[in-house]
């Protein structure tokens, strides 16, 4: 392997997108007029999202995507930088403008988002490389726009296919429907869905047997988060729920999926039992709610502020 290339434990390839997140007493009807309470600006888009909480829980990591020439495409790459991201791998679009989504969210921490895929859209197997690829020990793949989306996915699975892939597909991936994504499902070790989005792709009611329908198709771990109900879990030999963290009151939901995928993912490296890193996504999402923006996750130190983390800490 080439000397120059970092050797991570997770890269994420998909969307890197500016969030901008407007606070809300209530949604508005049509041709109605509501008061912003608050306003922010924040880096975002899943794939991106992901990597940058597990840098804050200690996990070396890096991102595979675009962004747009423009004051947005140097903030996001910026915040990369000062999160510990690695960049090497990160591409900018020339006459293009940086992926953007408009979150607006109501007091009692429900959203809405309008998405703009800008350069995310130009995601090609010209963004891949494989030796890249190959140094680290996982892989996130995620949603994102753009005609050669897909079949780039379907690339990197097939090259990186002794590697760990954790696959969550998102609202533009699920909208291609179920065949669109056997590929993928059959190489990924690990999908994960919320429960519409399972119920969407598979057409079925029962969470179980939407489940098991995915599970059929080649991956060996289905993860299902339920909000304020935790997480299911299948694999070839189980299969459990485990409860969320129900004290932690939701100020902002933005993210807490994203948030989920980063701290099982960190725990599911470290060694650490399903269950275990389950329970630990369950608590880096909790503790997301509680603050605002799509990048939430604590990071080590303010873990240790929480009395919730003290299993886990004491693993490092």
Not at 84 to 102: C, I
Not at 236 to 263: H, R, V
Not at 291 to 296: D, V
């Given at each position: 392997m080439d000397d120059k290339i970092k050797k991570l434990d997770l890269i994420g390839i998909g969307a890197a997108n500016i969030d901008l997140i407007i606070k809300i007493d209530?949604?508005?009807?049509?041709?109605?007029?509501?008061?912003?309470?608050?306003?922010?600006?924040?880096?975002?888009?899943?794939a991106a999202n992901v990597v940058t909480e597990a840098?804050?829980?200690?996990?070396?990591?890096?991102?595979?995507?675009?962004?747009?020439?423009?004051?947005?495409?140097?903030?996001?790459?910026?915040?990369?930088?000062?999160?510990?991201?690695?960049v090497s791998k990160v591409n900018v679009v020339s006459g293009e403008k940086t992926g953007l989504a408009l979150c607006i969210v109501n007091k009692f921490g429900e959203r809405v988002i309008m998405a703009y895929g800008g350069a995310n859209s130009k995601l090609s197997l010209k963004n891949i490389d494989e030796k890249y690829l190959k140094s680290s020990k996982a892989l996130f793949l995620s949603s994102v726009e753009g005609p050669e989306a897909l079949k780039t996915m379907e690339y990197i699975c097939e090259v990186?296919?002794?590697?760990?892939?954790?696959?969550?597909?998102?609202?533009?991936?699920?909208?291609k429907?179920?065949?669109?994504?056997?590929?993928?499902i059959f190489h990924s070790t690990i999908v994960k869905f919320n429960e519409v989005e399972l119920k969407k792709l598979t057409?079925?009611?029962?969470l179980v047997e939407g489940a098991r329908k995915i599970k059929d198709l080649g991956s060996k771990i289905v993860l299902v988060t339920l909000g304020e109900k935790g997480c299911y879990v299948l694999t070839d030999e189980k299969e459990f729920k485990i409860p969320t963290y129900s004290q932690f009151k939701p100020l902002d939901k933005t993210g807490a999926g994203d948030a989920f995928n980063a701290g099982f993912l960190t725990g599911f490296l470290k060694g650490w039992s399903i269950e275990?890193?389950?329970?630990?996504?369950?608590?880096?999402?909790?503790?997301?709610i509680t603050r605002f923006g799509a990048r939430a996750a604590p990071s080590l130190n303010e873990l240790k502020n929480y009395s919730e983390s003290k299993e886990f800490l004491e693993l490092w």
């Amino acid at each position: 392997m080439d000397d120059k290339i970092k050797k991570l434990d997770l890269i994420g390839i998909g969307a890197a997108n500016i969030d901008l997140i407007i606070k809300i007493d209530e949604f508005p009807k049509p041709d109605e007029e509501v008061k912003v309470s608050t306003f922010h600006i924040y880096g975002g888009g899943s794939a991106a999202n992901v990597v940058t909480e597990a840098s804050r829980l200690g996990l070396k990591t890096g991102f595979i995507g675009n962004v747009g020439d423009d004051y947005f495409g140097k903030f996001l790459i910026k915040e990369f930088k000062r999160e510990n991201v690695d960049v090497s791998k990160v591409n900018v679009v020339s006459g293009e403008k940086t992926g953007l989504a408009l979150c607006i969210v109501n007091k009692f921490g429900e959203r809405v988002i309008m998405a703009y895929g800008g350069a995310n859209s130009k995601l090609s197997l010209k963004n891949i490389d494989e030796k890249y690829l190959k140094s680290s020990k996982a892989l996130f793949l995620s949603s994102v726009e753009g005609p050669e989306a897909l079949k780039t996915m379907e690339y990197i699975c097939e090259v990186a296919e002794d590697t760990i892939i954790f696959f969550d597909p998102g609202c533009l991936f699920i909208n291609k429907g179920l065949n669109a994504l056997k590929k993928i499902i059959f190489h990924s070790t690990i999908v994960k869905f919320n429960e519409v989005e399972l119920k969407k792709l598979t057409n079925e009611d029962n969470l179980v047997e939407g489940a098991r329908k995915i599970k059929d198709l080649g991956s060996k771990i289905v993860l299902v988060t339920l909000g304020e109900k935790g997480c299911y879990v299948l694999t070839d030999e189980k299969e459990f729920k485990i409860p969320t963290y129900s004290q932690f009151k939701p100020l902002d939901k933005t993210g807490a999926g994203d948030a989920f995928n980063a701290g099982f993912l960190t725990g599911f490296l470290k060694g650490w039992s399903i269950e275990k890193a389950v329970k630990f996504g369950n608590l880096i999402a909790s503790i997301s709610i509680t603050r605002f923006g799509a990048r939430a996750a604590p990071s080590l130190n303010e873990l240790k502020n929480y009395s919730e983390s003290k299993e886990f800490l004491e693993l490092w």
